[in-house]
Each structure stands twice: as C-alpha cells, then as structure tokens.
C-alpha cells in the first residue's frame, strides 16, 4: 500500500534551518510528481513547491522561494524539504504529497505531516 | 494568484442531511477544481478532482459539479464519519490555492 512519512520537524529558532525528509513505499516513487503542502495551527492549507519525477522540473510559492529548496532521492525513494532562514510564520505542520500521474497538482496521497515550530 | 473563497466557512447539519459547499475562483479555472476532506488531526483525503471525478473508494454520496469559476460539493446524504472540514483547490496554475475550508458540524 502507499505509504509517505515525514520527518525532520522539530523547533528551531528564528534564521536557522530544518531539513524535512518524506519516506515514500508501496510504488514506483521515480513514476510521480511530488509535493510538499503546509497548515499552520487552525488555519488553511498552503501549496508550497512540486518537484517532477525526474527532479528536472521544479516550482516554489512566492512565500518560501529562495528560502526552501525541494529535492528528491530517487534511488532511496525519499523526497526532501531544505527550510532555510526560517521565520515564526513558517511554524506550521508539512505534508509531502503524491500527485495523481494524469492530473497535475491533484494529491491522491498525503503523509501524516511533521509539525515545524519556529519559535525563540 | 488564483484567489479560492469558500462558502459558508461553516455550517452544522444532521445525519442523513443533504448539504452543497460551493467554491468560487476569482478567475477562470477551466475544470481544474478538487475537493478535499480533513478529520482533525488528520491529513487531507481526495474526495473529486477535475470538478466531478469521484476519487477511487471515496463513497457516492459525494458528488462535484462546476466548470469555470463557480464549483459545488455536494453530500447526498450526511454519514456521521462526514463531518470535518472541507477544503477546495484548483490545479489549473501555481501557485495551487486552496479555499480557507468550510468546517461541517453536527446539529
């Protein structure tokens, strides 16, 4: 069965960085666009960058571009989040994403999210 | 950016209750529109893509509708497992917005 699992959260303080890593099993990881999504406390979801199966095509939210870097490992099945001068708005749970093959931008499949808290 | 605005942001309703949620982008989308559900504590869940696409093993009772700027969700018949909050969001261009959610709560 499908399966994403995040790591890599924890609270950090303001200006310093987090690397997030999504463990994917059960498909070809190397087949599927990926995606990393956030939710601060009680609020909304946020789109935050995808990243093409082959890694050559990549894509950032105005909010967190220059600042997170998303790669992905596709020989260990693994995607990353590189989070970078990190800010107290950043706090927020991270999702990594499955797209559906034949429907861009669409997430067929989450992880359960690794909460990052930015906080002095 | 596409903006996504939800309404209403909240409503309670009771089991077996027939209940609609409508997205609206402030620009043409196409049929780019997706629905999603979340539990507390939990991640999002497909429910429709495309607007009206039922993602596979989600219950009939869900059904999508809409083209352009103006989308529907609706629930035929509320289950007591339906109630969380719902969020749509259109693939159509990045940055993929999604509405602020409409939280469904029991009456």
């Known amino acids: 069965q499908v399966q994403l699992v995040e790591s890599g959260g924890g609270l950090v303080t303001p200006g310093g960085s987090l690397r997030l890593t999504c463990a994917a099993s059960g498909f070809k990881f190397s087949d599927y666009y990926m995606s990393w999504i956030r939710q601060a406390p009680g609020k909304g979801l946020e789109w935050l960058s995808y990243i093409s199966s082959s890694g050559g095509t990549i894509h950032y939210a105005d909010s967190v571009e220059g600042r997170f870097f998303i790669s992905r490992d596709n020989a260990k099945n693994s995607l990353y989040l590189q989070m970078n001068s990190l800010r107290p708005e950043d706090t927020a749970m991270y999702y990594c994403a499955r797209e559906l093959p034949v429907v861009p931008s669409t997430y067929d499949y989450w992880g359960q999210g690794t909460l990052a808290t930015v906080s002095s | 950016d596409i903006q996504m605005t939800q309404s209403p942001s909240s409503l309670s309703a009771s089991v077996g209750d027939r209940v609609t949620v409508t997205c609206r982008a402030n620009q043409n989308i196409n049929y780019y529109l997706n629905w999603y559900q979340q539990r507390p504590g939990k991640a999002p869940k497909l429910l429709i893509y495309?607007?009206?696409s039922l993602q596979s093993g989600v219950p009939s009772r869900f059904s999508g509708s809409g083209s352009g700027t103006e989308f529907t969700l609706t629930v035929s018949s509320l289950q007591p497992e339906d109630f969380a909050t719902y969020y749509c969001?259109?693939?159509?261009?990045?940055?993929?917005?999604f509405g602020q959610g409409t939280k469904l709560g029991i009456k």
């Open positions: 969001q259109q693939s159509f261009s990045p940055p993929y917005t």
């Open positions: 495309t607007a009206s």
